[in-house]
């Protein structure tokens, strides 16, 4: 009974060490030009949202189909901003964008999540998952029912989307899924997903748009949605101790506030949204071993000998002077002496230098003897017509060729 119990605390413990460590998220935008400039800030935000909780770069897959910071429209250049108060440039000095413009197609996408990536693919652009991975897959752009578009050339169906899902749980790909979709008839992109443990979650029902939140009128363009900037809102009050459950995520944005109807679905999961928490899917953890101070030590810092350093360097000194030493005593025993080798050296260096003067000069003289050549002898070959070239018995020309 007693090894029962062990076993069983073992078990929990080794779930509780790998829980949160192996989290991924994918997220997509599928809208080129200026006038989408949302949905660029919308994955922007939801990137910075889970960073700041923990998942790593590493982890994220971040595909942008236009590059809206570095559009000449901009009128400030490198910045991309959610709000109209300009507080936050979410674009910053840290985003690091794996797939971007004509990459941002829907086989890559699909590729990436189910790990039929192309030869040579880096690890970087690579979703490393297995089956104790939980994954956030995000998308916004434009669709209708049953599909969403990329880049307004072409499109991924409801049907394609479910068999990705079903590829990467016969490929043991993730433990739990969640599916966040922002586009216009978002529903419909849910209806079709059979594959176990998949969390779905869309911004608009198959009869409804998904709408914008406010513009930006100095540069003339809507910032962000309202499925994402209420979303966005959600996410920045919590942490990633936070115990905030998926049931109580569902409810960012009600109908008064996203002007439509969000759809949860959970149906596939075997867990339960009210207990499940949002951070299993937007936070990270990294387990850490945190080691007590032996006796007798106050701090840390007491463990080194301060003079540690100081000591290496002297050392480090002593060693190259022992070096400069035996180097010297070596070219004593050849009779050399080190000032007559830098004497050498530098007489070689002068002839080489003076070698590629001469052969400076030698090159342009030729080179202006050529020109005055040539000159002359299309001052020769293409002199004025005169009378004096007519033979005689012929009738004056008025046009005259050089060459008759």
Known sequence: MRLILQLVCFLLTVDLYFCHTNNWAILV?????????RHVANVLSIYRSIKRLGIPDSHIILMLADDAACNPRNPRPATIYHNSNQRLNIYGDDVEVDYRGYEVTAENFI????????????????MLLDENSNVLVYMTGHGGVGFLKFQDTHEISDQELADTFQQMYQKRRYKSLLFIIET????????????PNVIGFAAARIDQDSYSHHSD???????????????????????SYSEVTLSQFFDCCPYTKCHSNTVPRV??????????KVTDFFASGRPAELMDVP?????????????????????????????????CSLLNSFNIQPHRIEEQVNLMDRDKTDDGVWFAVLIM????????????????????????????GLLPATCFSPNQ
């Open 111 to 126: 590729r990436i999540l189910t790990g039929r990536v192309k030869d040579g693919t880096p690890q970087s652009k690579q």
């Open 295 to 327: 006796e007798g030590y106050s701090s840390v810092r007491d463990l080194f000998d301060p003079e540690m350093f100081d000591k290496y360097d002297e050392y480090l000194k002593s060693e190259s002077s022992k070096q400069s030493k035996r180097t």
């Open 365 to 392: 003289s030729g080179l202006l003897v050529y020109i005055a050549v040539s000159a002359y002898e299309m001052s020769s070959r293409y002199k004025k017509a005169t009378f004096e070239f007519i033979p005689d």
């Open 267 to 276: 149906d596939l999961y075997s867990g339960d949204a009210k207990t499940t």
């Open 217 to 239: 009128h100095t540069i003339g363009v809507h910032v962000i949605d309202r499925f994402s900037h209420y979303m966005l809102e959600f996410l920045e009050k919590i942490d």
């Open 29 to 37: 935008d599928t809208s080129k030009f200026w006038f989408n400039y």
């Open 184 to 195: 216009c008839k978002a529903a419909s992109m849910l209806s079709y997903i059979y594959s």
